[in-house]
């Protein structure tokens, strides 16, 4: 069985959602060697690096990452190869592609080339969101910090999680072949959390 670890690691300077330096990491020491063990405290934003996004983003009252399915996130799943496409990734990109019912979708694309925290990375526009809810698909992962690029509205966004499509933001495709894996992708159980960083791994068979 080979793994392929697609989370990104988390790390004070690591990219963020278009450089934003609100965004980066924090740490701090609170106890050292010199009392026996060491202990750190970090401070991030719960949409850093790999993370999953709930419905609770967009709909207000709606479910948090700890309310998830975990039976969602935990399957077979499919990367499809969208690396020919520029700007944005529409309905007719998807139309060509083995998208079926219960599918989970990882879009490799230009992004898994680039550092990670540019402002025109390629994002899923809302035509191709409502064709993947038409489709039946359980989830959608892309490799860039964020689904969309701040459309107005989040349409992208809406249409998905209002529709329970589970959305995973920044991962690292680069070195996957398209095709079908096992995917696991846990996001840590914050409650009231709107969105929360996961370790997402697949195991190709």
Known sequence: MHIYDISLPIYPGMPVY??????QPQTEITR???????????????????HIDAPAHVIPGGATTA????SLLIGSCRVLDL???NDRITARDLEGQPVRSGDFILLKTKNSWAAGN??????????????????GVRGVGL???GVERDQPGYPTHRTLLENG???????????VPPGVYHILALPLPLLGAEAAPARVVLLER
Do not use: P
Request: charged share 30%; hydrophobic share 40%.
């Open 18 to 23: 278009k450089n934003k330096g609100e965004k």
């Open 83 to 85: 690396t020919a496409v």
């Open 67 to 70: 309310d998830l399915d975990l």
């Open 165 to 175: 499509v589970v959305i995973i933001e920044g991962l690292r495709l680069k070195g």
């Open 118 to 135: 540019e402002a025109g990375f390629i994002y899923l526009d809302a035509g191709a969101a409502s064709y993947i809810v038409q489709k």
């Open 32 to 50: 050292n060697y010199e009392d026996g063990v060491r202990e750190t405290r970090w401070l991030l934003d719960s949409h850093t690096g790999t």
């Open 143 to 145: 490799d860039a910090l």
